[in-house]
Every structure is written in C-alpha cells, then in structure tokens.
C-alpha cells in the first residue's frame, strides 16, 4: 500500500473503534482474565489512541489484527524497537509473528535482530 494512501486509511480509522468497524459489541465479562479484560477495552478505544502495547496485545492475541496493521506498521517506520510492556522490539516480534511472509516485517526483523 502506497505511504500516502496508507496514510489516508489510518485517518479515516483514527478515531473508531474496532467495535464500530466490525459491530461486535463484546461483554466485559466479571471474572475475567486480563488478556480478556484488556482485549475488551481495548476494542472501545479508538484506534489513534492505541499505544504500541496496545497494538502488541490486540496483534499477539489476533483481535483486529488486519485493521491494526497500518497502524503497527506507522509506528514501526518511527521506531522499529518500539516497546510494549515487555522489551524494545516487543511489537515488531508480534507483528512478524502475525504476519510472516510481510517481506517490509522481515527485513525490519532482520536489520534489528539479536546476534
């Protein structure tokens, strides 16, 4: 996808939620786990709000993931080690994970891999 049409498409998406673009409304459940708990709130966040912990949850647990892309992928192009909760780099590892025949994600993951 061209940068300025991906560009587009993350501000027509910025201010939604995944709620609103899929319509699935899901119950917080009482008693739930936190990736449960997490992964609910978070489709009630719009999608320019959401941190790179954020995108890393939602893209590890596969919950909009293909919404979230162009948005992993922004903040990606900024900072490659882009840091979640856990370590820099943690949202690259999910991304690649999700996604890995994204020829952009492996040559990213490579320049930026442990040796």
Avoid at 8 to 28: C, V
């Amino acid at each position: 996808m061209a940068e300025n049409e991906e560009g587009r498409q993350l501000a027509s998406l910025a201010n939604k939620t995944l709620e609103e673009i899929d319509g699935q409304k899901w119950p917080l459940v009482c008693c739930a786990s936190y990736i449960e708990n997490t992964t609910g709130q978070l489709r009630k966040k719009p999608l320019g709000q959401f941190t790179p912990e954020d995108l890393r949850i939602m893209i590890a647990q596969d919950i909009g993931a293909e919404v979230l892309k162009p948005f992993a992928l922004a903040v990606l192009r900024d900072n490659p080690l882009a840091e979640g909760d856990y370590y820099p780099g943690d949202l690259l590892e999910a991304a690649t994970k999700r996604w890995p025949d994204d020829a952009f994600l492996r040559d990213l993951a490579a320049q930026h891999s442990k040796s």
